[in-house]
């Protein structure tokens, strides 16, 4: 069979605060290696690879560039990244994409954060929606055959069955409660709501103006000053700010589905999970006879007398769970969540907790990875800070200064190339040297193996915006 050609868009938005503290604003869990070693957002291009014929898309916050950047480039793709320069919700994210399209393009628009594990069964799915949305102005949303009744998901109610094995949708219908979840199931006719959808551009963006004018108006104005940028096999496409902010925030499906008369379901008959919740995260893991699950480095996780326990741990230090029942504990290197899993939906308020007592954790996690590698803080007091910084082979930071830090650098493992205002030079292991307070100053790793120094600030002032870039590879400022 020749497939059509599909243009693929992975909306990489979210913040993911019900999976908190894995989960954070600088690192949702799209990003985040949850199953195995790999991240949703790639094991997302990695499934729509095989059915992408026209363009792979993402759609992203700025801040999150360089990890979709280098998500794509991990996976084997180029492609256009769409970078949100704030966050809109689901129905803007999906029109400027249909805006960089040409009108008659099918466009398969598929959130980054799901798991589908038969990349074969989606096929399936996708292509037997494909003459719906090829030959009619109709868009085409998927529905997975619900397995319990669940209040975490909202629920399609299946319409008349059309000849081409999809079927009209009836309504949709909102996340409900227990009792109404129940009697969904038992009465039959109704998928989740899986949250993706198959269509051409223009039925899109056509839908989007009827139903969300001001959102469609507010892109289009934002689109018409768009700022291209290519960097490698990837085209980095920035809409104008002030036009894109002015548009209302709201997901696609109040924006158009439920509204639109057009509307067409595909039930899907595989597994799928939409992650949500430490729950969810649970149920993906194997189980042993007493309930236990465990996840993240699963040499560290320990359960003793322990039932229906599920251990994340993703710090460096064993975790134990003695004579527990039915809780949720996640181990991060600055902070631990235990939770009794009846309270799963709730981890989000925690985060709002948190925020609204100033801890970085809310946000920020303590390792903080940057486009040549990553750093994470090891020690702070109030006039020092200590960093281990790990550089790519053959990447460099910024050529900067600081106002108020000096930096001594000791390197532990690789070979660093070190530039101090006019001088340029070599160390290795177990060699360090002093960064002056106000001098110009890069760490670049020419060799072939990541580069691992220790980085000791001392200053009155030790902030990530106490930095004066004069060069910098990746285009910040």
């Known amino acids: ?227 291209d940028e290519i960097v490698g096999e990837q085209q980095f496409l920035r809409p104008e700010p002030s036009a894109f902010g002015q548009c209302r925030a709201q997901s696609i499906d109040y924006a158009v589905m439920e509204p639109h008369d057009a509307v067409v379901v595909v039930p899907f008959h595989g597994a799928w999970s939409d992650v949500g919740s430490w729950n969810a995260v649970a149920a993906l893991a194997s189980v042993d006879a007493q309930g236990n699950r465990a996840g993240g480095d699963t040499t560290l996780a320990h359960h003793l007398k322990a039932v229906d326990t599920y251990i994340h741990a993703a710090g460096a230090r064993p975790v134990v769970a003695l004579g527990t029942h039915n809780l949720l504990i996640v181990d991060t290197p600055d902070a631990l969540l235990v939770a009794d899993a009846t309270h799963a939906e709730s981890v989000k308020d925690v985060v709002v907790a948190l925020q609204s007592r100033d801890a970085a954790q809310a946000l920020h996690h303590r390792r903080v990875v940057r486009p040549w590698g990553w750093y994470d803080s090891v020690d702070n007091g109030p006039r020092h800070q200590v960093k281990r910084i790990s550089v790519k082979p053959g990447a460099s930071l910024s050529l900067q200064m600081h106002h108020h830090r000096a930096e001594h650098w000791v390197v532990v493992k690789g070979t660093a190339e070190v530039t101090v205002g006019e001088e340029v030079f070599i160390i290795g292991e177990n060699e360090s040297t002093l960064i002056p307070l106000g001098q110009k100053h890069r760490l670049a790793n020419p060799g072939k193996v990541p580069l691992e120094v220790i980085e000791v600030q001392s200053g009155a002032y030790l902030g990530e915006d106490d930095i004066v870039r004069f060069e910098d590879n990746y285009g910040r400022k």
């Open 1 to 227: 069979m020749t497939l059509p050609t599909i243009s693929s868009v992975v909306l990489c938005g979210g913040s993911g605060t019900r999976l908190w503290p894995l989960s954070r604003k600088s690192l949702p869990k799209q990003f985040v290696p949850l199953i195995g070693d790999k991240s949703l957002l790639r094991m997302t291009i990695e499934r729509l690879g095989p059915i992408t014929t026209g363009a792979m898309v993402c759609v992203a916050s700025e801040d999150h560039r360089f990890l979709v950047s280098q998500t794509l480039s991990e996976a084997g793709w180029g492609g256009k990244v769409i970078l949100e320069p704030v966050a809109r919700n689901t129905a803007a994210a999906m029109a400027l994409a249909a805006l960089a399209a040409q009108p008659d393009d099918l466009l398969l628009f598929c959130p980054a954060d799901h798991h589908i594990p038969d990349p074969v069964a989606f096929a399936t799915m996708v292509l037997q929606g494909v003459p719906a949305a090829r030959d009619s102005d109709a868009i085409i949303t998927f529905g997975v055959f619900p397995s319990f009744p669940s209040t975490a998901y909202g629920y399609i109610a299946q319409g008349e069955a059309r000849p081409d094995g999809a079927f009209a949708v009836a309504r949709f219908i909102e996340k409900p409660n227990a009792q109404v979840a129940q009697e969904l199931l038992l009465g039959g006719q109704v998928l989740w709501n899986a949250g993706i959808f198959l269509c051409k551009a223009g039925v899109f963006l056509a839908a989007l103006q009827r139903h969300a004018a001001d959102i469609h108006a507010s892109c289009v104005a934002a689109w018409a000053q768009v700022h």
